[in-house]
């Protein structure tokens, strides 16, 4: 089984002072299936956090996840799906889960769901738990026989700014302050698929969902922009990843979007995520 460690090296920018937290406190478990006894204990934790709001995928599309093998690409990209749960004197403190989707040109990890119990946050733990996806990043390339150093880059889909629900002020702030950044949303209109069940997107018509994109270029932490072809590239990974599991014909309203996004070599702002 893959070891976790925490790695100061892989510190966000603005994670620098989480140093200061000594993770020897806790510890970093990957459960590796739904038979793992440790999946229900971690699941539950999400489920209260992410569940109720629609958020969490099913114990069966997680099971699928954890089951891909990175040296097996899916339609040429390596994939790999981790769950990570954070404890200490085996009380949970943390879970996180993120998935790599590489090929030869480098990784995207889809940052899923980050939860810190209340007594652990603002201590600088997350800034550790916001550096573990690299791990997963350069394991999912060398699985596949990739590039070790090929660029990797930590996407987060996140609503946007309304000015009323204070969590998701929250998270954005605290994706800022670790120096994350958005693709700026004026100019790439970025939308999930249709969440519903087969059902309800059968009697309707598609209902995609409005996010914005918050993302980590690793080592290229200060850039100011990137260009369309690199979102577009971001973009059909995420889309790559959602399409295992949605039905093709679902996925056409949002592959569809790709064609109005901004040309190949035009510039695109990165901003500040509460901008
Ligand atoms: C989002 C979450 C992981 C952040 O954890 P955290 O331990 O507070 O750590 P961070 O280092 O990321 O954030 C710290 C900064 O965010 C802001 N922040 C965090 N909590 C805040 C609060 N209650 N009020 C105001 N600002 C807050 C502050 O700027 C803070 O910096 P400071 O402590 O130096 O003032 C945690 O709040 C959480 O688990 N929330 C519930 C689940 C969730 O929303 N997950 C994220 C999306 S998947």
Request: aromatic share 10%; glycine share 8%; with cysteine.
């Amino acid at each position: 089984m893959a070891k976790f460690a925490f790695l100061p090296a892989d510190f966000a920018p603005g994670d620098a002072k989480s140093a200061e937290f000594d993770p020897s406190q806790v510890e970093v478990t990957r459960i590796g299936s739904l038979d793992d006894p440790l999946f229900e204990f971690t699941y539950g934790r999400l489920w209260e956090q992410f569940g109720p709001a629609g958020e969490l995928e099913s114990r069966a599309v997680l099971g699928r996840r954890m089951a891909w093998d990175a040296a097996q690409p899916r339609a040429g990209f390596a994939m790999r799906y981790d769950l990570l749960l954070v404890r200490s004197g085996g009380e949970f403190v943390a879970a996180r889960d993120h998935t790599a989707i590489a090929d030869a040109r480098g990784a995207v990890v889809h940052l899923s769901h980050l939860l810190v119990d209340p007594a652990w946050r603002r201590g600088g733990l997350a800034g550790w738990l916001r550096a573990l996806p690299l791990q997963t990043a350069r394991a999912c390339l060398a699985a596949a026989g990739f590039p070790p150093g090929a660029p990797v880059t930590l996407v987060a889909e996140m609503e946007h700014p309304d000015g009323i629900d204070v969590a998701r002020d929250i998270r954005l702030k605290a994706y800022e302050r670790a120096g994350f950044r958005k693709v700026d949303p004026a100019v790439v209109h970025f939308h999930q698929p249709d969440f519903r069940s087969f059902a309800e997107i059968d009697a309707s018509q598609p209902q995609l969902l409005p996010f914005q994109l918050i993302l980590r270029r690793v080592g290229r932490e200060a850039d100011s922009y990137l260009t369309g072809g690199e979102v577009r590239t971001l973009v059909e990974r995420l889309y790559h990843l959602y399409a295992q599991e949605f039905r093709p014909a679902d996925m056409q309203a949002v592959w569809r979007q790709l064609d109005a996004y901004p040309a190949a070599d035009a510039p695109v702002a990165l901003l500040p995520p509460t901008a």
